[in-house]
């Protein structure tokens, strides 16, 4: 928290002791009054100057209380985003196969759910039981002339309170922990009820009944435990409580006798009694700060168990290749998914020389795409190699090694940003750089549509914040290569299903320009339209995960295998 904010920090140091201080002398400074009035004898001065100290010292404590609420709020939220930017940076470290396992998905999700309330609960508990020390020092050294019983009760009679709490913190804390899947499961149904993304077909086919049922039945499920525990909690929190309420009453009882028999003055009857009725709330408090703090590290630890979470070293400094006339090579690359009982890519060899031209095509789960993860060292090989200008890719500095590719994947993001930063998204260290945007644009066949727009390259896309603009699918697509497009640097470039949502003449028009503009770049190209793969130097036929064949486009015809049979049946579609 110091390193949060360190002024902060101090103030609520300096705050906690004072508000830890003033109690005691409050209690004092009654007794003084009391007895000042009964010893008055008509002179009203000593009872007002004990009155006028005592209201100066109230005073004090309400000022430290306000200032100790006041630093903890501009803590919070100081605190909070420094916790979530640790989550935020943990999660960049993390290779693509975390964000595809369930299980590191709930131990994120545990983590993001408390981290703005629980280290600042934690912080503010800690400072809190340090003032209820320091008070109950106070209250002791002012009780034990009375009685050191006292104090010995007034420790015994917390003590049932503190163990249900820690007894019960710790049941919260399991519920939290083995729930976290269907908590999950539960914000995912939300989403598809409350997203545009999804509206299309939940509405067309019907589905919100069926999945706000779904929504309700895991909330049902949850409240039925919160709901047990809720109330087992309430009950025994009840039952411990009278047990110090019988403490109370009975040290009042002893006091009042004591006051009763001229043992003790009303004055110190009336701070004893304070002291008691605050001692054991400051007791009560500090305990309950413990037990809490419990529960706050059981929570923290679902973050330090993140944060710790061991990940991937991406090894490599190399910035340049020995032979950089080689290309890329694919060697004997074999590659499973965690779980999965066949390889989603078997022994693939390949060669890609500077400026060569590769398509790929295949069935959908034929492992085109796996390739590409593979090359972007987004996976890494189970065995095999890939190699780029005569250099395992292992060896590379990974900044380097994708600075050199630019890729548009079937699946890629519609950034509900700028149209201009969508774009300069593919080269990040020029994402503000409007020439190289609208070059990238017009590469990409997206200039056409973004200059008419009024803002052009400034319009925001997407309709998740105001004034933003919906695109078409097609159009989409064409910002999302345009993107690809960006990186002039790149001397891979990768599409994959670049045209799917293109019309005909789109496509026709993209491919006669890229193979104008990549003609010194090496391109890999996915697609199942043979229209355009056929413009290739080498197509590759993948068939679970294995390629069958290579060869040119009339090389592959004159065969008359499975791509000759594809593109046959794709030719008469068109007739």
Wanted: charged share 20%; glycine share 10%.
């Amino acid at each position: 928290m110091a390193g949060t904010s360190p002024g902060a920090t101090v103030t609520l140091a300096a705050l906690t002791l004072i508000a830890g201080v003033l109690p005691a002398g409050i209690a004092y400074v009654g007794k003084l009054i009391v007895d000042a009035v009964l010893a008055a004898n008509g002179d009203s001065t000593a009872a007002l100057e004990a009155l006028g100290l005592e209201a100066v010292l109230v005073v004090a404590l309400a000022a430290a209380q306000r200032g100790l609420s006041i630093t903890e709020s501009l803590l919070r939220a100081q605190l909070g985003q420094r916790v979530n930017v640790l989550i935020l940076k943990k999660a960049l470290t993390l290779d693509l196969t975390h964000f595809e396992d369930a299980t590191v998905y709930d131990r994120m999700s545990r983590a993001r759910r408390e981290a703005s309330s629980r280290p600042l609960a934690l912080v503010r508990r800690v400072f809190g039981l340090l003032q209820n020390l320091v008070s109950l020092v106070g209250f002791g050294v002012l009780l034990v002339p009375f009685s050191p019983l006292t104090v010995v009760v007034l420790v015994l009679a917390a003590i049932p309170a503190f163990w249900a709490e820690a007894k019960y913190s710790g049941e919260a804390f399991r519920l939290f922990s083995w729930r976290t899947p269907e908590t999950r499961e539960q914000a995912w149904y939300e989403t598809v009820l409350a997203r545009e993304d999804y509206a299309k077909e939940v509405q067309l086919y019907g589905l919100g009944p069926f999945f706000l049922g779904r929504y309700e039945g895991i909330f049902d499920k949850l409240f039925d435990a919160d709901r047990r525990l809720t109330i087992r909690r309430g009950l025994g929190g009840f039952l411990v409580g009278m047990v110090s309420t019988a403490a109370f009453y009975g040290a009042y009882g002893w006091i009042a006798i004591s006051a009763v028999t001229a043992r003790i003055t009303l004055g110190e009857m009336t701070m004893y009694l304070l002291l008691f009725k605050q001692g054991q709330s400051a007791l009560a408090a500090s305990l309950s700060a413990v037990g809490g703090m419990y529960e706050d590290s059981l929570y923290l630890a679902n973050l330090y168990a993140f944060l710790e979470m061991p990940v991937h070293v991406q090894a490599g400094g190399a910035t340049v290749g020995p032979d950089p006339a080689d290309g890329l090579r694919f060697e004997g690359v074999s590659f499973a998914y965690p779980g999965a009982s066949t390889p989603a890519i078997h022994d693939v060899t390949l060669h890609i020389r500077p400026g060569a031209k590769l398509a790929i095509v295949g069935e959908n789960g034929s492992g085109k795409t796996t390739l590409i993860k593979l090359l972007t060292r987004l996976y890494q090989p189970a065995s095999g190699r890939i190699l780029l200008d005569g250099l395992d890719l292992r060896e590379w500095e990974i900044g380097t090694l994708r600075a050199r590719i630019g890729v548009i994947f079937q699946d890629f993001v519609r950034y509900h940003i700028s149209a201009g930063e969508n774009i300069g998204a593919g080269d990040v260290a020029a994402i503000g750089d409007e020439g190289r945007q609208r070059e990238a644009a017009e590469r990409g066949q997206a200039w056409s549509f973004l200059s008419s727009f009024p803002e052009g390259l400034q319009t925001r896309l997407g309709r998740w914040f105001k004034s933003g603009r919906e695109l078409s699918g097609g159009q989409w697509q064409k910002v999302a290569l345009a993107r690809a497009f960006m990186r002039k640097g790149a001397d891979i470039l990768v599409l994959d299903e670049p045209t799917a949502a293109m019309d005909a003449e789109a496509e026709a028009q993209i491919f006669e320009q890229f193979q104008e503009t990549a003609q010194h770049q090496m391109a890999i190209l996915i697609s199942h339209r043979f229209s355009t793969v056929r413009r290739a130097d080498q197509i590759v036929v993948l068939e679970g995960g294995r390629i069958t064949e290579r060869g040119t486009h009339a090389e592959l015809l004159e065969r008359n295998g499975r791509y000759a049979r594809l593109f046959r049946l794709q030719a008469e579609g068109y007739r």
